[in-house]
T-cell receptor
Framework: QKEVEQNSGPLSVPEGAIASLNCTYS??????FFWYRQYSGKSPELIMSIYSNGDKEDGRFTAQLNKASQYVSLLIRDSQPSDSATYLC????????????FGIGTKLQVIP | DAMVIQNPRYQVTQFGKPVTLSCSQT?????MYWYQQKSSQAPKLLFHYYDKDFNNEADTPDNFQSRRPNTSFCFLDIRSPGLGDAAMYLCATSLTGGSYEQYFGPGTRLTVT
C-alpha cells in the first residue's frame, strides 16, 4: 500500500524559530509533492509544491525533496502564532489519474 | 476570484435520511474529487471524475454515490447516513496536464443524529 508517513505531533516551537516538518513516502513512482496547511475545522490550503530534488523557497517557507531517500520536508522560518495548524504532506504519482496520497498531518504549535 | 464552492457548509441529518452535498467550481478544472476527512485523519478519497469519467475507490461504501451533471458541478449523495459517516466532506479540483495540484473547497461538516 502506498503511504505517506508523518509524525502527528504536536510539534511546538517558540515564535520566531524555525519549524521543521518531515514526511516520508513509500511509492517510488511519486513525482510530485505538496504541503497543505489546515486550520482546525477548515479545509486544506495548498502552500507549497515541489517536483525536483533540492530546495524550493517561497517567502518564509522552504520545501525540500530527496527522492533517493524518499523524504520531503517543510521549513517555516520566523514562525508566527498564525502558523499554528496541521500541515499535510501529500504525494502524487505520474501514472494514471492524478491520485494524491495524503499523510495524517503534523500539528504545529507556535508558542508566543 | 476563481474558486471551489461547497454547499451547505454545515449539514445535520438524521440516521438513515438521505443527504446531498454539492460542489461547484469556477477554476475550469477537468478533474473533481470528493474526500471524507474525520478528526485527526488524512483526507480519504471517495471518488473522482476525470472529465466525465467516474472513478470509484475500491473501499468507498455503496452508501455513497456521486453525480457530475456538467464540468462545473459535482454532487455527493449519501443514501442512508450512519453515525460513522459524520465527517468533513471535501471537494477538490485539479487540471490534467498540469502540476497535480489540488484545490479544495471549504468543506461541508456533516453531523448525523
Amino acid at each position: 500500500q502506498k503511504e505517506v508517513e508523518q509524525n502527528s505531533g504536536p510539534l511546538s516551537v517558540p515564535e520566531g524559530a524555525i519549524a521543521s516538518l518531515n514526511c516520508t513516502y513509500s511509492d517510488r513512482g511519486s513525482q510530485s509533492f505538496f504541503w497543505y496547511r489546515q486550520y482546525s475545522g477548515k479545509s486544506p490550503e495548498l502552500i507549497m509544491s515541489i517536483y525536483s530534488n533540492g530546495d524550493k523557497e517561497d517567502g518564509r517557507f522552504t520545501a525540500q525533496l530527496n527522492k533517493a531517500s524518499q523524504y520531503v520536508s517543510l521549513l517555516i522560518r520566523d514562525s508566527q502564532p498564525s502558523d499554528s495548524a496541521t500541515y499535510l504532506c501529500a504525494g502524487a504519482n505520474s501514472g494514471g489519474y492524478q491520485k494524491v496520497t495524503f499523510g495524517i498531518g503534523t500539528k504545529l504549535q507556535v508558542i508566543p | 476570484d476563481a474558486m471551489v464552492i461547497q454547499n451547505p457548509r454545515y449539514q445535520v441529518t438524521q440516521f438513515g435520511k438521505p443527504v446531498t452535498l454539492s460542489c461547484s467550481q469556477t477554476l475550469n478544472h477537468n478533474v473533481m474529487y470528493w474526500y471524507q476527512q474525520k478528526s485527526s485523519q488524512a483526507p480519504k478519497l471517495l471518488f473522482h471524475y476525470y472529465d466525465k469519467d467516474f472513478n470509484n475507490e475500491a473501499d468507498t461504501p455503496d452508501n455513497f454515490q456521486s453525480r457530475r451533471p456538467n464540468t462545473s458541478f459535482c454532487f455527493l449523495d449519501i443514501r442512508s447516513p450512519g453515525l460513522g459517516d459524520a465527517a468533513m466532506y471535501l471537494c477538490a479540483t485539479s487540471l490534467t496536464g498540469g502540476s497535480y495540484e489540488q484545490y479544495f473547497g471549504p468543506g461541508t461538516r456533516l453531523t448525523v443524529t
